[in-house]
Every structure is written in structure tokens, then in C-alpha cells.
């Protein structure tokens, strides 16, 4: 065997020797640094390029640190070592590929390069160093790092290590209650009563298990509560079960018997119906017939107030006043309710908002046409860049704690009128002129028998009379119109877009004028 065949032979025996413990791959351009260990040139200055800002410099193996930073050169002896085994065909140090990245959370493998590192999953307790599973191998191959103490990689090392002596935390001081190191105990907890850490564990380690044996007892009674209240909720569920299968059924009952009350007062409006206009028929044509025989009387007294006849006079003046006694007046029937929006604004009237009534905490426009909450103006408006100078304080006592204003106009007649709104939660109503004053909740509009409102929001439409309170469902609208007529006692709310679509009717006896009035129920609007 000639002397390069020993040299290859005993590259084989000493390969993992010759890789790089950083890439852990065999040496590319090695270099030796002042503690005598190798690395590939790009591995230690990557490492050292990353505490560049720190100006101390160290080896990833012992730990030796170097200032100023170390000049590398070129190990020509290992360059050629290194040569011998690449054409031997052997490298057995090839990383794995399925690496975790370490994350916000995780402790970052010390001698992974860049700026991706791999997450550590062994920390060294002898080299105060943390390891990705590729970095580790060298502590499972040299038995030098054999003997050196591994644990699980759970938090940074630096939280491991004094920040004065930059040792490891193996002391427990029982008078402080901390861990330190041994350079602590020799000066700032010099006298105190220490041990091992591992020994403070162990003590610990019984207090742990009593406290987990109190857990568990804790456990056991929470999940037997758990069952019991999961079973008491399978016992609801049925019930309710129970419950809406009866409500549907006495529902169905319902709707059935309602249908069956439904044709049977429809067969009877008909049927009224049909009497009321054979009858309507039958007088019309007495009526004519009334009106032919009057015109042929009122020919025969023309006549008569010419004759000369004084007792043919009277005779035929007796029988004109039977006939005026038998006359009927005749009902004035009131013009039909009007069904789409041309028809409403027939009745449309401007209205014009009070100052004298208006709350402190709301702005007139200078047309009183519209109202906003000052809060909306102070803030909002300077907030989006908004000129609100049209708007003005015109505040009064009439409604000092409640958020309202009236009109001007008292209505008495056929009316109608839209108010457009924006915000939260506005109400639209009318009331009576003495509705009250102040900061009264009985002056509220919908809170007393004088006043019925309709409040608007993102979430519905409310109407509220006397304090009664009834949801009312219909399309989403920023827009509502209001219907008025005075004689018949009715009182209607409209969702107003292309078209109007009828949300409540009120129906009773309107006793005073009644004013149009808006009230804002949330500061937001």
C-alpha cells in the first residue's frame, strides 16, 4: 500500500473529523480561527457577520471571544485533506431537509446562518448554546460533547444565564427565593442560605404533586358539573323540542281555524254586500222616480200659483207640504284613502320647524327645515372637513331634557308630509300642542295619551302611543311619510323609495290640532 492509499484509508477512518460544524458538510475553503478550531470560510464569517453591531466575536464551538474581529486564512493542510475525501465519494453529513423555521415564539438554533433560522430544539447547558437538529449531530459524534448537558430547548438560554457573570443559573438562594449563579453566592449573596437547583426542584417537586393531586380532584368534580349540566341541556332540548312541535301544532290549528272565520266572513260581506246594493239599486230607483213625479208637481204648481181659484189653491198646498215631509236627507260619502304616492302628495303641506321648542341639545338650519344633533356638528362635522354653518342655536325650555322639537303648523285637516332621516335612531311623530315642557319622561313622544310616534332605525321601525310599545315590520327606508285625516281619525306611517309602502295605521278620535314633531333618541345620530 503506497503512502496515498494510507492517506485515503485513513480519510475514511477520521471523515466526520474534516466537516464543518456549522454546515456540518465537509470543509469548503477552510479556515482555522485563534481557538484552533475549522470552519468553511463562508459558515464563520456568516456567524460573526451577524454580531457585527455587538463588536465581540466568538467561536460557535467553545465560546472563546475575539476583539477585535479575527482575520481568517486559508488552512492549506485541511484544503487538501478535504480534497483527498471529495474524491473518495464519501460525505455522510448531509443536513436533513425538513427543517422548522423558528417563529415569533419558538428559540432560534445559535449557529444557523441568515436570516431564516432553524428552530432549536436542544439547548447545551456546557456550551450555553442552543442547537437545531442539524447543528446537534457534532454532540452525538465527538465524544468530547458527549458528556455535555442537554435539555430541551423550551426558552432562550438567556433567561438561563446570570446577567451580571453571564454563568448558569445552578444555585437557588432560599433567602431571596431566586435562582443564581456560583459567582453570586461569593459576593451580593454571600452568607445566604443556597442549594442546587436540582435539589430545590426535587423540594418543589413534591409540593407540585400535592397541588396537582388537588387539581385533579378539582378536575374530576368540574367535569362530573360538566356532565351533569350537559345532560340537564340534552333534557332542555328535548323539552323544547316537545314544546315547539305542540306550539306548531296548535299553531296549524290556529291558522285553520282562522281560515275557516276568514271564508266565512268573506261569504258574508258578500252576501252584505249584495244586499246593501240591490237595496242602494232599489232606492236609486224610487229616487228617480221620486224626482220624475217632483218635476211633473213643480209643472202643475207653476200652473196652480196662476189660477184664480182661492179654494183649489189651498187644497194643493196642503198636499205640497205632506210631500216635502216625506223627503230623506242623504249621506255625504268621504272621499276614498289614497293609495300610491301621487295620491298622497295631493295632501302634501310644508311644514316649518319650531324654535320656541326645540331642545338645547339640538340645531335648527336657518331654514328650519332640518335638524342635527349638536354633538354630530361639534365633532363628526369637524372631523370630515363639513361646513355646517347653516345650521344655528335656537334653544328653549320647552324640552330641556329630551332630545325633540315641534312644528309650527297645527293640523286639523288631510295632511301629508315625508321626513328623510340619517343616524341612529330618530322618531317621527304627532302630538297635541300642551303635550308638556321640560325634562318630563311623560313628555316624551309615545310616552302619554297625547302624542303617537314612529321610531326609526338600522334595525326597524317601533310605534309607541300612551307608553304601549308594537314592533312594526316593513322595508328599510331613510325616507317616511306621514298620513293625516283629521275627520276620519286616522293617523298613517309609509316606507317612502320609488315607491311607498304603508308600515302602521293608527285609528281613533282626534280631540285638538295635532303638530308634527322629530325626536333623536341616540346621541350618535
Not at 137 to 162: D, G, I, M
Not at 191 to 202: F, K, P, V
Not at 301 to 316: A, G, R, V
Not at 329 to 356: F, G, H, N, W
Request: charged letters at 25%; glycine letters at 4%.
Amino acid at each position: 500500500m503506497d503512502e496515498q492509499q494510507k492517506w485515503e484509508r485513513g480519510a475514511e477512518l477520521d471523515q466526520s473529523h474534516f466537516c464543518c460544524s456549522i454546515c456540518l458538510d465537509l470543509l469548503k475553503e477552510p479556515v482555522t480561527i485563534l481557538c484552533g478550531h475549522s470552519y468553511c470560510k463562508n459558515c464563520i464569517e456568516g456567524c460573526w457577520d451577524q454580531n457585527e453591531e455587538k463588536g465581540t466575536y466568538s467561536c460557535p464551538q467553545c465560546r472563546e471571544t475575539f476583539s477585535p474581529r479575527p482575520v481568517v486564512r486559508r488552512n492549506n493542510m485541511l484544503a487538501q485533506v478535504v480534497e483527498m475525501l471529495k474524491r473518495t465519494g464519501d460525505q455522510n453529513a448531509s443536513p436533513p431537509a425538513d427543517l422548522a423555521c423558528a417563529g415569533p415564539g419558538d428559540v432560534a438554533c445559535d449557529f444557523c446562518c441568515g436570516t431564516k433560522r432553524n428552530k432549536a430544539t436542544v439547548s447545551c447547558l456546557t456550551c450555553l448554546a442552543s442547537y437545531c437538529p442539524v447543528h446537534l449531530k457534532p454532540h452525538c459524534s465527538f465524544v468530547v460533547l458527549k458528556t455535555h448537558q442537554l435539555v430541551s430547548a423550551t426558552v432562550p438560554l438567556q433567561e438561563k444565564l446570570c446577567t451580571k457573570h453571564n454563568k448558569l443559573k445552578e444555585v437557588y438562594c432560599q433567602k431571596d427565593q431566586m435562582c443564581i449563579c456560583y459567582l453570586c453566592t461569593l459576593d451580593e449573596h454571600r452568607g445566604h442560605s443556597a442549594l442546587s437547583a436540582a435539589a430545590e426542584r426535587a423540594k418543589e417537586q413534591k409540593q407540585l404533586i400535592v397541588s396537582r393531586e388537588t387539581v385533579q380532584e378539582r378536575l374530576e368534580e368540574r367535569v362530573e358539573e360538566l356532565n351533569e349540566l350537559a345532560q340537564a341541556l340534552r333534557d332542555f332540548k328535548s323539552c323544547s323540542r316537545t314544546a315547539v312541535e305542540s306550539c306548531d301544532e296548535t299553531i296549524d290549528e290556529l291558522i285553520s281555524f282562522i281560515k275557516t272565520k276568514h271564508t266565512l266572513v268573506t261569504q258574508l260581506i258578500k252576501s252584505r254586500e249584495e244586499t246593501a246594493v240591490a237595496q242602494a239599486e232599489a232606492l236609486q230607483l224610487q229616487l228617480e222616480e221620486e224626482i220624475a213625479r217632483l218635476h211633473r208637481r213643480d209643472t202643475y204648481l207653476d200652473q196652480l200659483s196662476h189660477t184664480d181659484d182661492h179654494i183649489h189653491f189651498i187644497q194643493s198646498r196642503q198636499t205640497w207640504a205632506r210631500i216635502s215631509a216625506a223627503v230623506s236627507t242623504i249621506d255625504v260619502v268621504l272621499p276614498p284613502m289614497p293609495k300610491t304616492r301621487e295620491d298622497l302628495l295631493r295632501y302634501c303641506c310644508p311644514l316649518t320647524l319650531d324654535a320656541s321648542s326645540v331642545s338645547k341639545s339640538l340645531s335648527l338650519s336657518e331654514d328650519y327645515q332640518r335638524v342635527t344633533s349638536k354633538e354630530y356638528l361639534n365633532n363628526y362635522g369637524r372631523v370630515m372637513g363639513k361646513n355646517y354653518s347653516s345650521y344655528h342655536d335656537a334653544p328653549s325650555d320647552r324640552f330641556t331634557g329630551i332630545r325633540q322639537v315641534l312644528c309650527t303648523e297645527g293640523l286639523s285637516e288631510r295632511r301629508y308630509w315625508e321626513v328623510t332621516w340619517v343616524g341612529h335612531t330618530w322618531s317621527v311623530a304627532v302630538t297635541y300642542k300642551d303635550i308638556g315642557s321640560t325634562s318630563s319622561y311623560n313628555s316624551e313622544f309615545g310616552q302619554n295619551d297625547m302624542s303617537w310616534s314612529l321610531e326609526c332605525s338600522p334595525d326597524g321601525y317601533t310605534f309607541r302611543h300612551n307608553s304601549s310599545i308594537k314592533a312594526v315590520s316593513g322595508p328599510e327606508s331613510c325616507r317616511v311619510g306621514v298620513y293625516l285625516d283629521y275627520l276620519a281619525g286616522t293617523l298613517s306611517f309609509y316606507s317612502v323609495s320609488d315607491t311607498v309602502t304603508l308600515l302602521h295605521t293608527e285609528s281613533t278620535t282626534f280631540t285638538q290640532p295635532l303638530y308634527p314633531g322629530l325626536g333623536l333618541k341616540n346621541t350618535d345620530s
